[in-house]
């Protein structure tokens, strides 16, 4: 069962251009909503991260969009360069039952391409 | 900030052999990690969460006995794939959190292992 669904799998933009990458989960237990940028053959590095009780987050370029009652956050990354082409990964974490931890799920990932 | 140190970066092994793969905390105590395997192309899938003093908890369909985890430190966790086998050659990764921490998750740099 996926629980984040992620869209587009792949996208290209222009320089300067902005870039949107939508995700949709389904388990309102969620209460962790990062994002992940990995480049190839590389781990995944995070970005920026959202909680629930607030509906955007703005880090420099990066923005996440986050819409509780549609179960729906977004990625906007503004003035994209050829520097952001990677694969990006949503993610939305909740606790685990009877214990103090957590665990991450991951959408498919969207390959973005930002061309000069 | 939290930093997590996977090791070695690629590994080439032959069929039936055993290959070990470590991740290391280097400026935090966690006494949680996870283990991921990563296809082309796809995203990250959850393997196992690795406790420290405990056995792992594995997800449903990963062989145990093939995939062994070890957490015997707050900074040390190690995967051995056992009998390695051309479909395990894949792209793993480790991760960590904090002890403490719920929400700040760090990743390792990957393991590219090929079994010829």
């Known amino acids: 069962q996926q629980q984040v669904k992620q869209s587009p799998q792949s996208l290209i933009v222009q320089k300067g251009g902005i870039s949107i990458i939508n995700c949709a989960y389904e388990?309102?237990?969620?209460?962790?909503f990062p994002w992940y940028q990995q480049f190839p053959g590389k781990g995944p590095a995070l970005l920026i991260a959202?909680?629930?009780?607030?509906s955007e987050k703005k880090e420099g370029r990066f923005t996440i969009s986050f819409n509780k009652s549609a179960k729906q956050f977004s990625l906007h990354i503004m003035d994209s360069q050829p520097g952001d082409s990677a694969t990006y990964f949503c993610?939305?974490?909740?606790?685990?039952?009877?214990?103090?931890?957590?665990?991450?799920?991951f959408g498919e990932g969207t390959q973005l391409t930002v061309n000069p | 900030g939290a930093v997590v140190s996977q090791h070695p970066s690629w590994v080439i092994c032959k069929s039936g052999t055993s290959v070990k793969i470590e991740c290391r905390s280097l400026d935090f105590q966690a006494t949680t990690m996870f283990w991921y395997r990563q296809f082309p192309k796809q995203s990250l899938m959850l393997m196992a969460t690795s406790n420290e003093g405990s056995k792992a908890t594995y997800e449903q369909g990963v062989e145990k006995d093939k995939f062994l985890i070890n957490h015997a430190s707050l900074t040390l966790s190690t995967l051995t794939v056992t009998s390695a086998h051309p479909e395990d050659s894949s792209f793993y990764i480790c991760?960590?959190?904090?002890?403490?921490?719920?929400?700040?998750?760090?990743f390792g740099s990957g393991t590219r292992l090929t079994v010829v």
């Open positions: 959202i909680r629930p009780d607030v």
């Open positions: 991760s960590a959190r904090p002890q403490g921490g719920y929400y700040g998750y760090t």
């Open positions: 388990n309102t237990a969620f209460d962790y």
């Open positions: 993610a939305a974490s909740k606790k685990l039952q009877g214990t103090s931890g957590s665990r991450l799920t």
